[in-house]
T-cell receptor
Framework: KAGVTQTPRYLIKTRGQQVTLSCSPI?????VSWYQQTPGQGLQFLFEYFSETQRNKGNFPGRFSGRQFSNSRSEMNVSTLELGDSALYLCASSPTGTRDTIYFGEGSWLTVV | KQEVTQIPAALSVPEGENLVLNCSFT??????LQWFRQDPGKGLTSLLLIQSSQREQTSGRLNASLDKSSGRSTLYIAASQPGDSATYLC??????????????FGKGTKLSVKP
C-alpha cells in the first residue's frame, strides 16, 4: 500500500509569490491534515479536511488555505509568501481522523527568498 | 490550552543501552497519544499509538506507556542501536468533545546512539 505522497518535495519561491502544495493520502483514508514544521516553533497544525470539508483549523493567517477533492487528495495554498513561511510542510492522513493512527508524508520543503 | 513537553531535548547513549524518553502534557483530556520518529530531512514515522483507555503499547524493542492522570508518557527503547538515532516526537490528540482535535506536538528528543 502506497504511503502519503507529497509534491513537490523541494521548492524555492520569492517573497510575494504564492505556492500550492499537493498531498495524496493513503488509499481509503478520508482525513487529511497539514502541519508546518520550523526549527523555532516545531510542528504546528494548519488545518484538517474530511470528506471535502474543513473540519478543524489552526491559528494561521488567512493567507494559508486548503481544499480536499472527492478522491481525498488535498492541496494547500499559501498566498503572498513571506520569509517566515520557509518551512517543512507535512501532510498526514488517517481513515477517519478520530482515534486512528496518523501517517505522515515526507513533506514539502519550502524556501522563500 | 494543551502543552506538550519532552525532556531531555537531546540524549547520547552507547550502543546496547536501554533508554527512556519522556513526554508530559498539561491537560489530561486526551483521546490518544502517538510517538513518532523523524530522521533528518524526512517526514514522521509513526511508532506507537496509545488510546486514552490504554496503559501501554509494545512494538518490537519499543514500549510506550501512558499515565493520563499524571499527564505523562514514556517511550522505552531496549538494546539501542545506531540505527535508532533520530528525533523522537510525542503528540497528543485532545478530547474536545467532537473527536476532531488536532495533534499537539512536543519539540522532540534528539537521540544519538554511539557505536
Amino acid at each position: 500500500k502506497a504511503g502519503v505522497t507529497q509534491t513537490p518535495r523541494y521548492l524555492i519561491k520569492t517573497r510575494g509569490q504564492q505556492v500550492t502544495l499537493s498531498c495524496s493520502p493513503i488509499s481509503g483514508h478520508r482525513s487529511v491534515s497539514w502541519y508546518q514544521q520550523t526549527p523555532g516553533q516545531g510542528l504546528q497544525f494548519l488545518f484538517e479536511y474530511f470528506s471535502e470539508t474543513q473540519r478543524n483549523k489552526g491559528n494561521f493567517p488567512g493567507r494559508f488555505s486548503g481544499r480536499q477533492f472527492s478522491n481525498s487528495r488535498s492541496e494547500m495554498n499559501v498566498s503572498t509568501l513571506e520569509l517566515g513561511d520557509s518551512a517543512l510542510y507535512l501532510c498526514a492522513s488517517s481513515p477517519t481522523g478520530t482515534r486512528d493512527t496518523i501517517y505522515f508524508g515526507e513533506g514539502s520543503w519550502l524556501t522563500v527568498v | 490550552k494543551q502543552e506538550v513537553t519532552q525532556i531531555p531535548a537531546a540524549l547520547s547513549v552507547p550502543e546496547g543501552e536501554n533508554l527512556v524518553l519522556n513526554c508530559s502534557f498539561t491537560d489530561s483530556a486526551i483521546y490518544n497519544l502517538q510517538w513518532f520518529r523523524q530522521d533528518p530531512g524526512k517526514g514522521l514515522t509513526s511508532l506507537l499509538l496509545i488510546q486514552s483507555s490504554q496503559r501501554e503499547q509494545t512494538s518490537g524493542r519499543l514500549n510506550a506507556s501512558l499515565d493520563k492522570s499524571s499527564g505523562r508518557s514514556t517511550l522505552y527503547i531496549a538494546a539501542s542501536q545506531p540505527g535508532d538515532s533520530a528525533t523522537y516526537l510525542c503528540a497528543v490528540k485532545s478530547d474536545y468533545g467532537g473527536s476532531q482535535g488536532n495533534l499537539i506536538f512536543g519539540k522532540g528528543t534528539k537521540l544519538s546512539v554511539k557505536p
